[in-house]
């Protein structure tokens, strides 16, 4: 990285071509998962509301890195729409790919650990919740919750 003439980072070499690819094609890829993923997760949170589980019945170790990924999800778009040179293209593309590497395992372990009854009535809830959310809600600062 360079500085441009503001005083900026400049992308040169590998994050410049990373930043030129986030323009075109991969930008929308990227988009549409975090779309998705921005999706899934408050429709997985409305089902659990639906449940009306007790609080020791939810695990909370793991439901608190499911609102850290939604989080992150939420500040991904941000980033993918910085132009080229303000941030760091290759850092900001690598956790955001990580973030969303991350979803399948930590729903899927947090799903597990709850009461074994509970567990079919979620995944139901949870699928005709998140088949009536619009693509709008994916950028609901509050997770259209």
Same mark, same amino acid.
């Given at each position: 990285m360079n500085l441009n003439d503001? /005083?900026?980072?400049?992308?040169?070499?590998? &994050?410049?071509?990373? &930043?030129?690819?986030?323009? /075109?094609?991969k930008n929308q890829t990227h988009r549409a998962r975090l779309?998705? &993923?921005r999706l899934d997760l408050p429709a997985l949170?409305?089902?659990?509301?639906?449940?009306h589980l007790a609080p020791e019945q939810i695990p909370q170790r793991?439901?608190?890195?499911?609102?850290?990924?939604?989080?992150d999800y939420m500040e991904a778009p941000w980033a993918l729409d910085q132009p080229p040179g303000t941030i760091i293209p290759r850092s900001m593309l690598r956790?955001?790919?990580a973030a969303l590497e991350q979803l399948p395992a930590a729903c899927s372990r947090f799903q597990k650990t709850l009461p074994p009854k509970a567990q079919p009535t979620l995944?139901?809830?949870?699928?005709t919740?998140?088949?009536?959310? /619009?693509?709008m809600?994916?950028?609901?600062?509050?997770?259209g919750i």
């Amino acid at each position: 990285m360079n500085l441009n003439d503001s /005083g900026g980072l400049r992308p040169d070499g590998l &994050a410049g071509r990373l &930043a030129k690819q986030e323009q /075109g094609g991969k930008n929308q890829t990227h988009r549409a998962r975090l779309e998705a &993923a921005r999706l899934d997760l408050p429709a997985l949170f409305r089902a659990l509301d639906r449940l009306h589980l007790a609080p020791e019945q939810i695990p909370q170790r793991l439901i608190r890195q499911l609102f850290e990924l939604d989080a992150d999800y939420m500040e991904a778009p941000w980033a993918l729409d910085q132009p080229p040179g303000t941030i760091i293209p290759r850092s900001m593309l690598r956790d955001t790919l990580a973030a969303l590497e991350q979803l399948p395992a930590a729903c899927s372990r947090f799903q597990k650990t709850l009461p074994p009854k509970a567990q079919p009535t979620l995944s139901q809830l949870k699928l005709t919740i998140r088949s009536n959310l /619009g693509p709008m809600e994916a950028y609901n600062p509050d997770g259209g919750i």
